[in-house]
């Protein structure tokens, strides 16, 4: 069966230091896959993408992704995170055919210490 | 654009009572998604649209019902609510899926 992984529940960074979110999944076939972000009381903002092409993916917010295909992994990067960025974070893989449903990973909650 | 909107933000109901969440979108998104978020769990799929008058079942349809008459809503109907069914309720919409637009959600408490 399909399945996402986020191996950290919770993550502390200090302001101005670099930042990385793991994702690994679980598919048969090259997924889509995406990062979204939640706010505090909000709902899903999506981050950054990946369907095809370059492995690398820029996003808003300062944030890059890289696909590696070997590693079935989809982490989420930051060089320098800002207290705003402070949310929880969800890797999510789409799943070609049929609906095309997004599957998600529980989530990575990031604090960030001034 | 207003994206996806949901209505109301918090709302507690008594255990027995029933009521129905409210999704709008205006970006004639044929795809519409219903999903709920507990703590640690991420998000599961309830039911989802792939246009008006078509809807099917998704991961946890159980206790829960949805129309979709136009294009734009897609609400969802809890019929005797249970403490199960605390939670977070998120809808989505779709243009080319799989990438979907969240709305804000809404906060439901049974009691």
Redesign the interface.
Known sequence: AQS?TQPD?HITVSEGASLELRCNYSYGATP?L?W?VQSPG?????LL?YFSGDTLVQGIKGFEAEFKRSQSSFNLRKPSVHWSDAAEY?CAV???GG????I????TRLAVHP | NAG?TQTPKFRILKIGQSMTLQCTQDMNHN?MYWYRQDP????K?IY?S?GAGIT?K?EVPNGYNVSRSTTEDFPLRLELAAPSQTSVY?C?S?RT?????????TRLTVT
């Open positions: 996402v529940i889509y995406f979204y909000q709902g899903l903002q999506l993408k969800f789409g799943l070609s609906y095309n449903k997004l998600f990973g529980a989530g | 996806v795809y640690g769990m991420g998000l799929l989802y792939v099917d998704g998120f989505a779709s899926p799989p990438e979907q637009y969240f709305g804000p959600g």
